[in-house]
């Protein structure tokens, strides 16, 4: 049984740094999607980004590029998102996702079989 589980929620001022972490059961070597998904209030949940098995493949939703960066760790089995100059419209509830086949559309939640809890962002201005 995969289980995905972030610690709990966690706030910074605009500008500032967070990171997110996601502790994955089971074997996360032949996981071939793992990502970060996220839904602000009043909004429907959007793909926020994306890494492949090797770590050689970094995937991102347009308005977090260049200030985010995913990254997991196959002998922890973790993934993690490194957010940098947040912004007051980052807040929402992050959700980690992952799955044993290769994604064909990376943005799709239905590619990811398996999914956290969810734990909240809040970027105060």
């Known amino acids: 049984q995969v289980q995905l589980g972030e610690p709990g929620g966690d706030s910074a001022q605009a500008g500032g740094p967070l990171r997110l972490s996601c502790a994955v059961s089971g074997n996360t070597r032949n996981m071939q999607c793992m990502g970060w998904f996220r839904q602000a209030p009043g909004k429907e949940r959007e793909w926020v980004a994306t890494?492949?098995?090797?770590?050689?493949?970094?995937y991102y939703v347009d308005s977090v590029m260049g200030r985010f960066t995913i990254s997991r760790d196959n002998d922890q089995g973790a993934v993690y998102l490194y957010m940098n100059s947040l912004k007051p419209d980052d807040t929402a509830m992050y959700y980690c996702?992952?799955?044993?086949?290769?994604?064909?559309?990376?943005?799709?939640?239905?590619?990811?079989?398996?999914w956290g809890q969810g734990t909240q962002v809040t970027v105060s201005s």
């Open positions: 996702a992952a799955g044993y086949t290769r994604p064909s559309i990376l943005s799709m939640e239905g590619e990811y079989r398996y």
């Open positions: 890494i492949n098995p090797g770590s050689t493949g970094h």
